[in-house]
């Protein structure tokens, strides 16, 4: 059995361990997801995967992350070692082999583990391509989760908690409590799921249950069954000893129809169990003042710089260089999640205004389609780019005056929380992890001091073009009051390390329920 480096009897000290801090209650916790900052991304996700195992290991805990073996990662040609683990076993009826990698998160010690099977996961994309899912999605990510399990019980682990990260991963609580129950290695190990995002589920055809290797026993309506259908993270959330959501506003949303996505009446049935951690912010890589990829960088006490990243992306976005028209930013997938509906409805009306717009996002067509549109159609207000350009997303957040994301619904939202420490006033709509971050200015709230942006309720293009007036009118006429939200965002943290202690305390809860 192989001795997992940094987790063995002799190393009982977790990666960047710092003496004094919790050693005799250090956690082997395993993360597992399907995407991990810097090795690939698609969406936020990405991000809290590969923030919050440093910030685990800052306070003191073993953390080892696994995720697939994507093109992206082979590409980028990382150093990665190879463990000598080789696996082999059936999905569904043919024989499946993976070969597990190590490699470290760049500058510290702490492990990542790459699932390889080119057939899987060498592709240009993650999930899907413009012609949609992945059609063998089913069977790539049960053998992913498969073969995480295999691997740890090859690594010798032993883990106390596996942190599982969307429906990628949710089988993994599934096999916890069946194929591997009471094993040597895993028995004891308990299971936290953490649902970055309800709309996507892992439904699939009947038949594709054949590729999770569980018994037919399961497919009922009250297991991995989901009116015919079998759904991944239905079963991650009846198997897993917790569950949580990336803010406490969607914890709840999501236990009524409104927000469930048809699994309501199955989170309400886990109410107890369910709860919201608000995600952190990387100030590694967010932070203007030490931001590598902005022209200019600033701070609270020396904003100047603040100026010249505007002035640079007005200019690279063929914007006339007016210092007093505010822009306003969108850095975001184009999905219907994120409230494009709304702002196609409402263009017009928005285009009055007097604001530049500046967008940078990739994802429907049919918004592709909008925002190309949009831009032929007012090239003096608007710079539209639409790909994927983690470089333009940071100029954005600098050079923006305001930051605007009307999501029908946002489990967490990072962006808004980036924008607050770059001096950017979000507005949002008041919906999961933005209404729990985002205190709309009214004067009451600027006499209470918590004031930070500008937010909206009703789900309508007539209610953001009022709220778009609101803050543009605040820009316009009253510059101390905007001065104040500035001087208010950049002042709050949103750190990972309260996050990771609250993650601490749910791996214990979970530990302690599953003994
Ligand atoms: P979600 O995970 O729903 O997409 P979040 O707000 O949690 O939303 O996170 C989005 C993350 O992805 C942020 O880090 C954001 O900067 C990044 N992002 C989204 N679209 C793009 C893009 N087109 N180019 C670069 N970064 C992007
Ligand atoms: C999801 C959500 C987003 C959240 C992110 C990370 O993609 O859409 O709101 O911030 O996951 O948890």
Redesign the pocket.
């Known amino acids: 059995m192989l001795e997992a480096p940094g987790l063995g009897p002799e190393t009982d000290q977790a990666p960047g361990f710092t003496p004094g801090e919790r050693k005799d209650n250090a956690l082997k916790v395993i993360l597992v997801s399907p995407e991990v900052v810097p090795f690939a991304k698609t969406?936020?996700?990405a991000?809290?995967a590969g923030a919050l195992p440093l910030a685990l290991s800052k306070l003191g805990h073993a953390v080892s992350v696994f995720m697939p073996l994507y093109r992206h990662v082979v590409d980028r040609e990382l150093a990665l070692e190879p463990t000598g683990i080789e696996l082999s076993f059936h999905v569904y009826h043919r024989e499946q082999k993976a070969t597990i990698w190590k490699g470290e998160f760049p500058g510290t010690t702490v492990p990542a583990y790459f699932v390889e099977h080119d057939g899987f996961f060498y592709r240009r994309e993650l999930y899907g391509d413009t012609r949609g899912a992945y059609p063998d999605n089913a069977e790539r990510f049960a053998f992913f989760s498969r073969a995480v399990l295999e691997a740890v019980v090859a690594l010798g682990i032993e883990p106390d908690v596996f942190h599982l990260n969307d429906w990628q991963s949710a089988l993994i609580a599934v096999y916890l409590r069946s194929i591997f129950a009471g094993g040597p290695v895993l028995g004891k190990s308990a299971s936290l799921l953490t649902i970055?995002?309800l709309a996507y589920q892992g439904l699939f055809p009947e038949w594709e249950f054949n590729f999770t290797g569980l018994g037919w026993e399961l497919f009922n309506w009250k297991e991995l069954e989901y009116h015919g259908k079998v759904n991944f993270l239905k079963g991650g959330i009846v198997f897993a000893d917790l569950i949580n959501t990336?803010s406490k506003k969607y914890s709840q949303e999501i236990q009524t129809a409104e927000f469930g996505a048809g699994l309501e009446a199955v989170l309400s049935s886990r109410t107890e169990d369910l709860f919201g951690i608000l995600?952190g912010v990387d100030y590694q890589n967010w932070n203007p003042a030490t931001d590598k990829l902005i022209p200019a960088g600033y701070s609270p006490e020396s904003i100047s710089g603040k100026a010249k990243c505007k002035a640079h992306l007005q200019e690279i976005n063929n914007l006339p260089q007016k210092p007093d028209v505010p822009v306003v930013g969108i850095v975001s997938r184009l999905a219907d999640?994120k409230g494009f509906d709304i702002l196609g409805e409402a263009m017009e009306e928005i285009m009055k205004l007097d604001m530049q717009l500046v967008v940078l996002g990739t994802g429907q067509q049919e918004y592709h389609d909008m925002f190309t549109r949009i831009g032929k159609k007012y090239p003096q207000k608007t710079g539209i780019s639409l790909k994927y350009d983690n470089q333009l997303a940071h100029m954005i957040e600098a050079g923006s005056d305001m930051f605007l994301m009307p999501s029908r619904y946002?489990?967490?939202?990072?962006n808004q929380m980036y924008s607050l420490k770059y001096g950017t006033v979000p507005i949002v709509r008041s919906t999961?992890?933005l209404a729990d971050t985002i205190t709309d200015c009214t004067n009451k709230t600027l006499k209470k001091g918590t004031a930070n942006g500008f937010s909206f309720s009703e789900y309508s293009a007539a209610e953001l073009v009022k709220v778009l007036k609101r803050a543009v009118d605040t820009y316009a006429k009253k510059p101390k009051v905007f001065k104040k939200l500035v001087a208010k965002g950049m002042a709050q943290d949103f750190s990972w390390d309260r996050s990771a202690r609250e993650y601490v305390n749910l791996y214990e809860k979970a530990i302690a329920k599953h003994h």
Do not use: I, M
Request: glycine fraction near 30%; aromatic fraction near 0%; include cysteine.
């Open positions: 969406g936020g996700l991000d809290v970055h995002n990336v995600n999640q946002e489990p967490c939202g990072l999961g992890g």
